[in-house]
């Protein structure tokens, strides 16, 4: 992330302070780093059954956003996480995301530079490495991103397409915006109704995962999982090719039909 | 985790929750003694699976010598191609209403949500696409809790008063509390019934979050010992490995780093005409070990003729996936073909030492996906 042109300012590792790393000051708690640097934001590398303190210690230190990469994180840990950052307004960026990305500029995550080039298209996805995937086909097609959010493949995560997509509307850089969804509950149905209604008017086109995944079996991310009729692949594409969303078959689909959104 | 409805129950009796007398039994000889000073019981078959009901699983009984016949008619039978190992013998109470009570994760709210309906003893997904209006719906804050106050308004909406209002409401505080500490998905009784002493719980259901399992090891002791489990032989096995896999009936193999990639991968195959055989998930930047014991298990499976590999690396580095590449082949064999697509941080060097060993790498999925359904043509 340094290379990237990050402000790293400051780590947290408890029983470590005094250390350095690559440079960084390393402290035993959030308070300790604000006491000598201003932060604004934070990220989170930090195994599963552990996350909830630190998540905790970074919202009530005002940090904004706080980014949690971790995949495993207990789903009851996760509610009380997101029901805190709700009380002091503060975004919650996963878990199990690749974070947020600003090519050119920065990046909170562990997305690989090299498939990025900064353009005017946005990026919303539940996936990671789907989501380097179809960033790498947009580049390839000489269209760039303008900021890409991997909201994470848990249930429960802190944002969801519809407020990434309301962030994409004030965002005078995004002219299109790719969104990448999955099996599993009914954010992309949201984000349908939500497009079909007014509420996001720049064009959109998709690609969801999981047409061959097995009902009641999670494929990999704990939110993937098609249970009786709810949550399958179908079900989201229809949804969203009704609100005028071009959903394609293969991931090289999405770069070909913003191509063509943004010349027309 | 699923638990059984034995299980589940007696995690609710630990809560305070009431449940039917009864017992779980293994034999006729067992069911006749339970059954002794019961009166009428039911005798339910505890599976892993759903519909038990429709399929006959669970039977009544008006007298031990009874009990011992319909369990001897239960027990070593299939349903739903699962054999009938346990049932549970308990009492059959008598009620006036039948109700559905479930704490669940809902997404939208990012917490738990309590449903209740009088519609008890049918399928609530009926109910809910029917007549949802009879199911109250209360959505906990968790920073807040389930309040008392809150299960009153529950239990209001449902239409109780007085004493039935009170110890409804500490019914549902009651089981939101089995939610919350035992880290649920989901638990539901379906039905709960209101009988001449109080409301009893006539069925349990208990999922568990499998995130959570590292802070219930009794669960997973029960589990053990209960045997229960709603995987296919070869998904027990890699569990057991640690892989994140699921089975499905092709012949194709698939690996890929990354949940979404890898079931992108498993449609791509399919769009080219070629039937996956499962999906694993390397995950995030797996050892060379880890990429060894995945590839090696997939190649392992007899009905599997070919293996795609599609690797778009980020924090997985691409020459480790090709050093567990080769350790795969030469634990495994070479008889069937690789089809690897490799990009990302340390291409050029896992490139070099894939295309070494003679096996070619491909820079997209569709090509990829493209060459493995053409090498299965022959077959």
């Known amino acids: 992330m340094l290379e990237y042109g990050s402000r790293v300012v400051a780590g947290v590792t408890p029983g470590r302070e005094g250390m350095e790393v690559e440079g960084v000051p390393v402290f035993d708690t959030v308070a300790g780093a604000q006491d000598r640097h201003e932060i604004d934001a934070s990220i989170l590398f930090i195994p599963a059954r552990f996350v909830l303190d630190p998540a905790l210690e970074a919202i009530e230190a005002g940090l904004d956003p706080v980014v949690v990469i971790t995949e495993g994180v207990p789903v009851r840990d996760t509610m009380e996480i997101v029901a805190n950052a709700r009380l002091r307004g503060t975004t919650i960026i996963g878990p199990n995301c690749p974070g947020i990305i600003k090519p050119g500029e920065a990046k909170m995550g562990i997305m690989p530079e090299q498939v990025f080039r900064r353009g005017n298209v946005g990026i919303v996805s539940r996936s990671g490495t789907l989501f380097y995937e179809i960033a790498s086909h947009i580049s390839r097609r000489g269209l760039g991103q303008s900021t890409c959010v991997g909201v994470g493949g848990d249930p429960v995560v802190g944002l969801d397409f519809i407020d990434v997509l309301r962030w994409f509307e004030e965002d005078d850089e995004t002219e299109a915006v790719a969104l990448i969804g999955e099996i599993g509950g009914d954010a992309e149905e949201r984000a349908a109704g939500f497009i079909a209604g007014g509420g996001f008017t720049k064009p959109v086109a998709a690609y969801i995962a999981g047409k061959t995944a097995v009902p009641g079996k999670s494929m990999g991310h704990a939110g993937a999982i098609v249970q009786g009729d709810a949550g399958t692949a179908l079900g989201k594409i229809e949804a969203l090719r009704d609100a005028g969303v071009a959903v394609g078959d293969l991931p090289g689909d999405v770069a070909e039909a913003l191509v063509g959104l943004l010349e027309g | 985790m699923k638990l059984l409805e034995y299980q589940a129950k007696k995690f609710f009796q630990e809560y305070g929750i009431r449940i039917p007398r009864g017992e779980l039994v293994d034999s006729v000889v067992k069911a006749r003694e339970v059954a002794n000073g019961l009166g009428t019981v039911a005798i339910k078959a505890q599976l892993p699976v759903g519909g038990r009901g429709k399929a006959g699983g669970i039977q009544f009984a008006d007298s031990p010598d009874e009990a011992e016949m319909v369990a001897g008619g239960l027990l070593g039978t299939e349903i739903r191609g699962v054999e009938v190992e346990r049932l549970l013998v308990e009492e059959k109470l008598d009620f006036t209403d039948e109700l559905y009570l479930g704490v669940v994760v809902d997404r939208r709210s990012r917490s738990y949500v309590v449903l209740a309906s009088r519609e008890g003893g049918v399928d609530i997904e009926e109910v809910a696409s029917k007549t949802p209006e009879r199911i109250v719906r209360h959505a ?97 096995d890699a569990r057991d490995l640690g892989l994140v896999y699921v089975e499905l009936d092709g012949d194709i193999g698939v690996v890929g780093n990354g949940a979404g990639l890898t079931m992108a991968t498993l449609d791509t195959v399919a769009l080219h005409g070629g039937r996956p055989a499962n999906f694993l998930d390397l995950g995030g930047g797996a050892s060379a070990e880890m990429i060894e014991a995945g590839v090696s298990f997939v190649m392992g499976d007899s009905r599997v003729k070919a293996v795609f590999v599609n690797i778009l690396g980020g924090i997985t580095r691409c020459d480790d996936i090709a050093k567990g590449l080769m350790m795969a082949r030469s634990r495994m064999g070479t008889e069937k073909p690789l089809v690897v697509r490799l990009v990302g941080t340390n291409e050029e060097e896992g490139r070099r030492l894939l295309e070494s060993q003679g096996i070619p790498t491909l820079e997209t999925m569709e090509e990829a996906a493209d060459r493995v359904v053409s090498l299965m043509g022959g077959a």
């Open chain 2, 140 to 236: 906990v804050d968790p920073v807040f809790g389930l309040r008392n106050h809150h299960c009153r308004r529950v239990a209001g909406l449902l239409g109780y008063s007085g004493e039935a209002l009170s110890s409804l409401s500490s019914f549902i505080e009651r089981l939101y509390r089995v939610a919350w500490e035992m880290d649920a998905e989901l638990t539901e009784i379906n039905p709960l019934a209101l009988t001449p002493d109080g409301f009893v719980a006539l069925d349990a259901r208990l999922n568990i979050d499998d995130n959570a399992l590292f802070r219930h090891p009794d669960l997973v002791e029960a589990s053990r010992r209960g045997g229960f489990s709603d995987l296919s032989p070869r998904e027990k």
